[in-house]
């Protein structure tokens, strides 16, 4: 696709419940992104994809959260057992391989999570 | 700890005027980039500056850096309506992984 793409924009979940978060990164694009923002602050890393290596997970909260990358494309962020401090808005951004160390990152437009 | 932390936390001013945000990080850095975020949207990268570059612009953009502080700064001029969003700092460091952490932004609102 031309841009990185999020879905669902939005999630209502009940307190306990699994969520899955879709990311498409630009076509090409080696090293992925998830970054956490809740209301109103900056951007929390999570985790962080580059080719073939192993994800840097240091971001991640909780072991409730997860993450993979099928075929060096898609990635899916899973979080188990929603709480209401889990909502927020998850922010997916990719880079090509070339910059990656050095370059821009793509942002997509996020995903809305809301746990009542 | 963030590596990027902007100041002043939020920002208003008239049309017109000129805005200026900082940023500090606390390690050394490959580069560190500006990201503009609208209400509810993603983020769109500004400009990116190297840890060998002083000063750079694009268009109504002037970013500058300062090593020896730790610091970068975002002049937008002759603001606009427009302008009006959050804008955040990223640093990308030499050490550990290499990952962009981001501050927490500055709220700019820019007054017609």
């Known amino acids: 696709g031309a841009g990185v793409s999020q879905s669902p924009s939005n999630k209502v979940t009940e307190k306990g419940k699994d969520v899955e978060l879709r990311c498409d990164p630009i076509?090409?694009?080696?090293?992925l992104y998830w970054y956490r923002q809740s209301l109103g602050q900056g951007l929390e890393f999570l985790i962080y994809?580059?080719?073939?290596?192993?994800?840097?997970k240091s971001g991640l909260p909780s072991d409730r959260f997860s993450a993979e990358r099928t075929g060096g494309s898609v990635s899916t962020l899973t979080i188990q057992r929603t709480q209401q401090e889990d909502s927020a808005v998850y922010l997916c951004?990719?880079?090509?391989?070339?910059?990656?160390?050095?370059?821009?990152?793509?942002f997509g437009e996020g995903s809305r999570l809301t746990v009542l | 700890s963030q590596q990027g932390e902007e100041d002043p936390q939020a920002l208003s001013i008239q049309e017109g005027e000129n805005a200026t945000m900082n940023c500090s990080y606390k390690?050394?850095?490959?580069?560190l980039q500006w990201y503009r975020q609208n209400s509810g949207r993603g983020l769109v990268h500004l400009i990116l500056i190297r840890s060998n570059e002083r000063e750079k612009h694009s268009g109504r953009l002037r970013v500058t850096l300062d090593t020896s502080k730790k610091s970068s700064s975002l002049l937008i001029t002759a603001s606009r309506a427009a302008d009006t969003a959050s804008y955040f700092c990223?640093?990308?460091?030499?050490?550990?992984?290499?990952?962009?952490?981001f501050g927490q932004g500055t709220r700019l609102t820019i007054n017609p």
């Open positions: 951004a990719s880079i090509s391989g070339v910059a990656a160390n050095t370059g821009e990152l793509f």
């Open positions: 990223a640093a990308l460091s030499f050490q550990g992984a290499q990952k962009l952490v």
């Open positions: 390690t050394s850095i490959n580069n």
């Open positions: 994809f580059q080719g073939n290596s192993a994800p840097d």
């Open positions: 076509s090409g694009h080696t090293a």
